[in-house]
């Protein structure tokens, strides 16, 4: 499955710039314990984690594995993360679904915790609302409606933003129309090198943008927000 390994590599890199002491090589098989899940819960949450109830890796006994993973699901519980059904020994199995999921609500989290630490509780709604205005005042009739707006694929609404939050950053004689595939490529390899050149935290492919992959473009756009914001 194309779409779940570029998934993998996305949240890999991610939980990866988190600064934890363990080092990811495949999501899949290094959650499954439950101590990684942890350490990144503990990073984006400080002092949510109760160590003394947590087992470290090398964990022989299985139900050690079970009771970290137990602990994950109530604390992402208490963060209001959507894990309905949802036990510790999913995890410890390797339901990649579930797995996912639970990943993409610690990153959505990471970063809104990050936009709230620069301005007050901020929501998807938000970010959107955000984008949209800062494209507006460049003098662009560029908007979205959503993060799943088929428009995006052209790269040419990421391409305006970027250049609205520093204009010398985008090269337009780089830009195509964004009208075939091939098109929609290069702007959105583009748009990447040029919010990583910003310094933005960017983990997603361009595959992600011209595929208008919903919850990489929400975290691109927050990236790019909490880039501007700093400033």
């Not at 101590?35 to 890796?57: G, Q, T, Y």
């Not at 990489?216 to 880039?227: F, P």
């Amino acid at each position: 499955d194309v779409e779940t390994c570029r998934d993998e590599r996305c949240y890999r890199l991610w939980i990866n710039s988190l600064g934890i002491d363990s080092y990811v090589n495949n999501v899949f098989e290094d959650v499954r314990n439950g101590w990684i899940l942890l350490e990144v819960l503990d990073k984006v949450s400080p002092s949510s984690v109760n160590w003394k109830h947590a087992s470290k890796p090398p964990i022989k006994m299985p139900f050690r594995k079970v009771e970290n993973c137990n602990q994950v699901i109530k604390i992402g519980k208490q963060l209001k993360f959507s894990l309905v059904n949802v036990a510790g020994n999913d995890i410890v199995q390797g339901n990649k679904k579930l797995i996912l999921g639970l990943l993409w609500q610690l990153m959505r989290f990471h970063m809104l915790q990050l936009l709230k630490s620069l301005r007050s509780e901020m929501t998807d709604a938000d970010i959107l609302s955000w984008a949209n205005r800062k494209v507006r005042t460049m003098g662009r009739k560029l908007q979205i409606e959503s993060f799943k707006d088929k428009s995006l694929s052209s790269g040419l609404f990421f391409l305006n933003l970027l250049w609205a939050v520093e204009p010398r950053v985008v090269n337009w004689n780089l830009v195509t129309k964004g009208e075939t595939d091939d098109e929609k490529r290069l702007n959105a390899t583009y748009i990447v090198s040029v919010a990583r050149k910003l310094g933005c935290s960017v983990f997603l492919l361009p595959e992600d943008i011209v595929e208008v992959n919903q919850k990489m473009i929400l975290i691109l756009t927050a990236s790019i927000m909490y880039w501007s914001l700093q400033r």
